[in-house]
Structure formats: C-alpha cells, structure tokens
Nanobody, 125 residues
C-alpha cells in the first residue's frame, strides 16, 4: 500500500502562482492531480507517466499548469501559474500501481489505485 501526502496548498491572489507537491511512500507508476469543489464532481487536472516523459492536461489548465515528477524522491509536482478564482478547490494527488498504455485514460479517476488526502487551494479575486 502506497501512501500519498500532498502539500503546498494555500491562499493566493488571482494571477499568482503556487506549487503543489505529492510525496509517495513507495514506487508508483503514472500519477495525476484532480480537484474537487464541494457539491461538484471530482475533475481531472493533469497527469504524468511513470518516466515523466509524457504529460496530459485538462483544457481548463493547459498552458497555465505544469506537472512534473522526481522519481528519486517519489514526488510529483503541480506548478500552477496565472491562477484564477475558478481554480479554487481541494486538490488530490493520485497514483497507479501498474503501467498504462493509453495516456488519455489517466483523466479517469477509476484508473488510479492510491489517493492522497487533499490540499486546499483558494484563489482570491
């Protein structure tokens, strides 16, 4: 069982930047970030393959967010720039315990085996 621990959330002004981190207790394969606002469904944000060679983004964050990973540290990052109030949510890190062939499937929450507890991001207008 792999434990995921997110950090880096907080309060930031519109147009600001923030970086989220997710530390895994063991080796993982593809990893992703999702977010959720109370009363709404969980939303895919970004994903990265096990090697870090391929990434996949939701249209709503493309060009503003960057996902990366450091496999030596078992950590994935989400650099968020040009933040908007609509980015306000609880951000969750997720990881797979096995390989994946089709990267677009990483947008589906059911493809992940492990989840973190979430970290709150609030963007003030």
């Amino acid at each position: 069982q792999v434990q995921l621990v997110e950090s880096g959330g907080g309060l930031v002004q519109t147009g600001g930047s923030l970086r989220l981190s997710c530390a895994a207790s063991g080796r993982t394969y593809a990893m992703g970030w999702f977010r959720q606002v109370p009363g709404k469904e969980r939303e895919f944000v970004a994903a990265i393959t096990s090697s870090g060679g391929n990434t996949y983004y939701a249209d709503s964050v493309k060009g503003r967010f960057t996902i990366s990973r450091d496999n030596a540290k078992n950590t994935v990052y989400l650099q968020m720039n040009s933040l908007k109030p609509e980015d306000t949510a609880v951000y969750y890190c997720a990881a797979r315990s096995r390989g994946l062939i089709v990267i677009r499937l990483l947008a589906v929450g059911a493809q992940y085996d492990y989840w973190g507890q979430g970290t709150q991001l609030t963007v003030s207008s």
